[in-house]
């Protein structure tokens, strides 16, 4: 089994910055991907950015240029580093990793973190 924890949410002003991250434990060989996604009150969870084993990247739109992913792989981790971040950014944010290799089983899968709450105040 493979546990998300995620770490680094709160409640931050506008223009300020935080730091999210996610580390996933378990018997894993690899990971294809891990990325954010948020949730914002009564709207569709949403792809915030993504970051694969080979070091290729992607970030949405809605926050290229204030948002870094980063990623260990060494460690398995995770990083959103945000920065200028806008009342719109507001909502959960949670943590996946697809394509995931077990130490001992075929196949892969996919896991999502618990979730942290970014609100930031106007």
């Known amino acids: 089994q493979v546990q998300l924890v995620e770490s680094g949410g709160g409640l931050v002003q506008t223009g300020g910055s935080l730091r999210l991250s996610c580390a996933a434990s378990g018997t894993i060989l690899s990971i294809n991907t891990m990325g954010w996604y948020r949730q914002a009150p009564g709207k569709q969870r949403e792809e915030v950015a993504i970051a694969t084993s080979g070091g290729s990247t992607n970030v949405a739109d809605s926050v290229k240029g204030r948002f870094t992913i980063s990623r260990d792989n060494a460690k398995n981790t995770v990083y959103l580093q945000m920065n200028s971040l806008k009342s719109d950014d507001t909502a959960v944010y949670y943590c996946?990793?697809?394509?995931?290799?077990?130490?001992?089983?075929?196949?892969?899968?996919?896991?999502w973190g618990q979730g942290t709450q970014v609100t930031v105040s106007s």
């Open positions: 996946n990793a697809a394509g995931v290799r077990l130490i001992g089983v075929a196949g892969r899968s996919n896991y």
